[in-house]
């Protein structure tokens, strides 16, 4: 290694590692009740479909809006608000990560990611109840 | 008790070739390890002969469980856990074996049998580095056997096996019956989302590039056991240029599959599970330049090695990544976790060749040779390093923020985070952004240095005269960005004015290195080919790139009301900085049109496909001339969802291809129209030309039948011989509609297509002709919802410069190949004309 190598890439280095710190506006994985401490900061919720709250889609009026009840493992609950249409194994899924804002008492969700136990087939519930009604 | 119909033989034949391939592998790893530590040649030789055979009989036993496998799926044999979970008896014949490795331990085969074909090859072409060589490769198959294992060590689960049946996997009360065969009808079946050509394709081509990487690692583990420390870099040289080309062309096959049927909106999202094949491929090309400028000068030695090592430790990390379920929060196509038997596996692996590839190179870091005059900033091979650097840094990046849920995970660090952050790491808002916004910088660099390093000469250059033969082209990229700014803008405003200054100087760069390639096989090399690999590929690669900025920078969402024209005008709010509006799915009527960007977008119909619960929509896309009205372009788009029983979707895109662009559109949202079913029935009228029928609301003139109707002005969408009616509905308050109902013959056999009134809630059907000469018109009216679907539309730009620049980066890395084997003549034509030939099939033509 040359000096002048050791100097470009000492200038490199610190380039993109500055670059990196300006990019240091991370995220968290929040639950509920800690989200709704942090109003308006972006965060990544862990949780679960309410399904004893109906679901509000209705793509004839409005397909970029739907609304449900999200619940997380240590009891948390809020309401949550999606301007994109409705992930079709919603439903069915096992586990959600939710990415968005508080803003009051509701969830602006900008981005849902679903943990679908028919995605991989790995889960083993499904795979019984899938046996035992053929 | 004994169950009745059972094929046991089969899974006990497969698990005892699954245990003979790992103790093969075992021995033959060993014998070679001892083989490399001989010195007299006799006794290596009779070692090697010994560790051959062993070698090949693993490589019958790897098969042999393939072949076990696949039996088992073709055959449905759904007493086994691994045919009930992948196969379905609809599934086409392709699709059986996109089945096999749609599983862990499927893909781990795959995997390891291209380490056979690869073993098989290196034993008959390395000569004197076989032993060392060959070892490494034995040893990795030593793992990839245990990963499918499912044996008891010690009290240790060691792997899954793949023969597991499915009455000890899954609970049941069917289980305890004997006959239980007979009650499962059929398997789960392959995901509908994974039933796709690219599937069929993808996964083979990525896993040879996976398994190709071994063999730099292994070449360099044999430089340092041989003691012949740089001796090893010219054999190694044609396999790293291999393993580049097929890699790189994995991972976008990979980019074209989620373009063109995930609809995920996109070739490259920076997905986990992208970056983790995308990191050990930029540190392998990282490590080709390095291993080339060792070749002409003797410097950099010490990187080729380590970059070698890293690109293998990068490969089994990012197995490590996308295997153990630890991106489960993160990605959307990770796979799911598949217990501890394999998690500590993989770690075991991913341990072991790190930190004994790491281990070796540092402890015989001192004694590899390198050269201790500094290189001239005139050369070629400073340039040349500075670039290596540059795409291996990319990757530490890249990786880095790939990993943040690993940092989650580990003790200390993850308390340390959460106190710092404020909960566990995640990415920001835009995490496209936080890759793209480093990546862009690093586009720049590469561009500007793929452009003029190759001017200079090895050691020293004259000076002034690279200055003079890079001036022309110089001046020419920098005239065709202008023009491109000027011609056709990019209008990424989204992230603000210095992120579109990035992007046109990285458009520069990159138009820079194609025009600087270009004009260097014409000048550098006057024009010979054969020594032309390089500039190939670098022109290829800059071509990708760039047509990465334009088709991602004025990529547009047509299904959004606030686009009325194509390009949207300067000045709308640039910095402003907020989110792009998520309203981006526009329901569609049927047969009522919809503006859409630049088109009239109509709903057509909807037509059932072959496969079960699978559904085509049928749109048009109407563009007019805004003043004349006259039609200019139309086409017909058939994305399709499966619809599931249980409310499950899984939507298909379609995309019309044009040479300058795509217009790509998928269905968001479908009415099942189970739940959606019209219990109304159709009320049947024999008329003839000219009668009258009535309705609730009105009645309904039959104008007259037409034969094969001009195809364009009532969107027919077939070539067959159609009968049409033209009837007019008239209501009592006088308003008057036109209907259509036709009857279609064509090679698919008769369809009728019938039509809607919808201000009516009325359904007309053309029914059929009576022998007397009359015409069946059925009406029906309905308080059914009425007939919609969502849709999301997007027109992504000269998109086929990204597939045109990957094909021929991947010519150049293969005519590099070709030239470094010394193959010439009539072998050389042929394997260049299969490669250009193969990649424009599958990138181009085959959708």
């Known amino acids: ?109 900008s981005e849902i990611l679903l943990k679908c136990p028919s995605k991989y087939k790995d889960d083993k519930k499904q795979l019984e109840k899938a046996a035992t009604t053929n | 008790m004994q169950f009745e119909g059972e094929h046991l033989w089969l899974g006990e034949l497969g698990h005892f070739f699954v245990l003979l391939a790992f103790t093969s592998s075992l021995l033959s790893a060993i014998a070679y390890f001892i083989a490399s530590r001989k010195e007299d040649i006799a006794e290596k030789f009779s070692w090697i002969r010994f560790a051959r055979v062993s070698f090949l009989i693993q490589t019958a036993s790897v098969l042999t469980v393939f072949g076990c496998i696949f039996y088992i799926c073709a055959n449905h044999y759904l007493e086994y856990f691994y045919a009930y979970k992948h196969t379905s008896k609809e599934l086409e014949f392709k699709y059986l074996l996109a089945c096999i490795w749609e599983d862990q331990g499927g893909s781990f085969l795959l995997w390891s049998i291209w380490h056979c074909i690869l073993g098989i090859f290196l034993i008959k072409k390395t000569k004197e580095w076989e032993a060392p060589v060959m070892t490494i ?88 056991q041989t003691k012949r420390f740089g001796d090893w870099v010219k054999p190694a040289l044609p396999y790293a240029l291999f393993s580049a080309c097929i890699l790189g062309v994995g991972i976008m096959m990979g980019g074209k599959w989620a373009y063109e049927s995930l609809s995920f909106g996109g070739y490259w999202a920076w997905d986990p599970v992208e970056n983790a094949s995308l990191v050990p491929w930029l540190i392998l090309v990282a490590g080709l330049h390095t291993m080339v400028v060792y070749k002409a000068t003797s410097h950099s030695l010490r990187a080729s090695y380590l970059f070698a090592i890293l690109t293998f430790v990068f490969i089994l990390y990012s197995t490590f990544l996308t295997r153990t379920g630890i991106l489960g929060d993160t990605s959307v196509h990770a796979f799911t976790e598949a217990g501890n038997a394999m998690n500590n596996l993989i770690k075991t692996f991913l341990w072991f060749f790190t930190i004994g590839g790491l281990g070796l190179f540092f402890i015989h870091y001192k004694k590899i040779p390198a050269v201790h005059t500094e290189e001239k900033t005139n050369s070629r091979e400073f340039w040349m390093f500075i670039g290596s650097l540059v795409f291996f840094l990319s990757a530490i990046f890249i990786i880095g923020l790939t990993s943040l849920p690993v940092y989650n995970k580990i003790p200390y660090l993850k308390d340390l985070i959460i106190k710092i952050n404020g909960g566990p790491l995640a990415l920001p808002e835009d995490p496209e952004f936080a890759y793209n916004k480093v990546m862009v910088m690093v586009a720049i660099i590469i561009g500007v240095l793929s452009a003029i390093t190759q001017y200079f000469k090895y050691k020293n250059s004259a000076p002034g005269g690279v200055l003079k033969k890079i001036a022309i082209p110089t001046l020419i990229a920098a005239l065709l960005t202008v023009a491109i700014t000027f011609i056709y803008p990019i209008t990424y405003y989204k992230q603000g004015y210095g992120y579109l200054g990035a992007i046109y100087l990285a ?31 670098h022109l290829g690669f800059a071509l990708m790139i760039a047509g990465m900025l334009i088709s991602a920078g004025n990529k547009k969402v047509i299904s959004e009301d606030k686009f009325k024209d194509f390009i949207i005008p300067m000045g709308i709010d640039p910095l402003t900085k907020q989110q792009d509006n998520p309203a981006e799915n526009m329901n569609l009527i049927r047969q009522v049109s919809t503006k859409m960007g630049p088109y009239e977008v109509t709903y057509l119909h909807d037509s059932v496909g072959k496969e079960s619960n699978r559904r085509f929509y049928n749109l048009l896309f109407v563009r007019k001339d805004a003043a004349t009205k006259k039609i200019q372009e139309s086409f017909i788009l058939n994305p399709d969802v499966y619809l599931m029983k249980d409310n499950n979707m899984s939507s298909n895109p379609d995309t019309k291809n044009y040479f300058t662009h795509d217009v790509f559109t998928y269905i968001s949202y479908a009415l099942n129209p189970d739940k959606n079913v019209d219990t109304a029935q159709f009320k049947l009228n024999e008329i003839n030309e000219g009668d009258t029928m009535f309705y609730s609301k009105g009645y309904l003139v039959l104008n007259k039948v037409i034969k094969n109707p001009e195809r364009n002005k009532f969107n027919i969408p077939s070539n067959g011989a159609t009968l049409l009616a033209d009837i007019t509905v008239v209501n009592k308050d006088s308003s008057r509609y036109a209907s259509t109902p036709m009857i279609m013959v064509d090679s698919l056999g008769i369809s009728q297509i019938d039509d809607t009134v919808y201000a009516q809630n009325l359904f007309v059907k053309f029914a059929g002709v009576t022998e007397n000469r009359k015409i069946k018109i059925g009406i029906k009216e309905s308080d059914k919802m009425i007939d919609f679907v969502t849709i999301k539309a997007y027109i992504f730009p000269y998109i086929n410069l990204v597939w045109i620049g990957l094909i021929l980066m991947a010519v150049g890395f293969i005519m590099s190949m070709l030239k470094r084997t010394n193959i010439t003549g009539r072998l050389y034509t042929i394997a260049l004309v299969l490669t250009i030939s193969a990649l424009f099939y599958m990138f181009l033509l085959a959708n």
């Not at chain 1, 509920?32 to 679901?55: F, N």
């Not at chain 1, 194994?89 to 096992?94: T, Y």
């Open chain 2, 137 to 224: 490769v034995s040893l990795a198959q030593v793992f990839l056997a245990m990963m499918i294992m499912g044996v008891y060590l010690l009290g240790t689960k060691i792997g899954n096996s793949p023969f597991v049946l499915t009455r000890n996997e899954i609970n049941g009360p069917i289980f305890s019956r004997p006959d239980y065969l007979t009650l499962i009808k059929d398997g789960i079946g392959l995901n509908v989302l994974l039933r796709n050509y690219w599937m069929v394709i993808h996964p083979p081509v990525l896993f040879l590039g996976f398994a190709s990487t071994i063999i730099p690692f292994a070449f360099a583990y044999a430089g340092i």
């Open chain 2, 507 to 537: 458009l520069f760069a990159t138009t820079y290195s194609i025009i600087a390639n270009a004009a260097y096989i014409w000048s550098g090399l006057n024009g010979k080919m054969k020594g032309a690999g390089g500039s190939v590929a």
């Open chain 1, 1 to 109: 290694m040359k000096r002048t190598h050791i100097v470009i890439l000492v200038a490199i280095a610190i380039a993109i590692g500055g670059l990196l710190m300006l990019s240091a506006d991370f995220s968290t994985y929040d639950t509920i009740s800690s989200a709704k401490q942090k109003q308006g900061k972006y965060v990544h919720l862990i949780a679960k479909l309410d399904k004893s709250v109906p679901l509000d889609y209705d793509p004839a009026k409005n397909p970029n809006y739907l609304s449900f009840t999200a619940v997380d493992s240590l009891g948390g609950s809020t309401k949550v608000v999606y301007h994109n249409t409705k992930p079709t194994e919603l439903e069915h899924s096992e586990r959600i990560v939710l990415k968005g804002k508080m803003q009051g008492e509701v969830f602006e969700c």
